[in-house]
């Protein structure tokens, strides 16, 4: 489905949904002034046609031994489709990977990553990132905080 495709109420849903992906049916229905049926159809067909890619729970990563997290930035040694492609698939396959951003600049990736501590991650960004025939550089940065922000909407 085209961005351009999307109507005023599909916005809504999708600001709603990013706000609290919990809501019932009935509740998001509500909110947006639907139906119920025709908000089940909806959202049916925003999840169908990849607009809507999924529902997430935010964990609180201590909560599971998660006390440092950091952003490696990665340069690659050479740029080709092939390196680009094995390296994603390498480091989203990853227990430490949160998210793989492939970025423009200086830097090819931005791996967020969510270790145990310091020395968690001085393995990990050696033994995992740094040793990967494809990779020419890496900065490692760590993140003090982290706070979602976007709630589904430009508007």
Not at 21 to 49: M, T
Not at 82 to 90: I, K, L, P, S
């Amino acid at each position: 489905m085209a961005i351009d495709t999307l109507d005023r109420i599909d916005r809504e849903i999708l600001a709603a949904l990013a706000n609290n992906a919990r809501l019932s049916n009935k509740e998001l229905a509500a909110q947006v002034g639907l139906a119920p049926s025709s908000c089940h159809e909806r959202v049916k067909r925003l999840l169908q046609s990849g607009v809507l890619r999924g529902f997430h729970a935010d964990i609180d990563p201590a909560a599971l031994g998660v006390n440092l997290q950091a952003m490696i930035s990665v340069r690659m040694r050479t740029h080709s489709r092939e390196n680009y492609d094995h390296f994603r698939a390498y480091v989203l396959a990853l227990p430490e990977v949160a998210a793989v951003y492939h970025t423009s600049g200086e830097n090819d990736f931005l791996v967020h990553v969510l270790v145990r501590d310091a020395e968690h991650l001085k393995n990990f960004a050696i033994d995992a990132i740094i040793t990967r025939p494809e990779v020419g550089h890496i900065e490692t940065g760590l993140i003090f905080e982290h706070v979602r922000a976007w709630k589904g909407s430009y508007t």
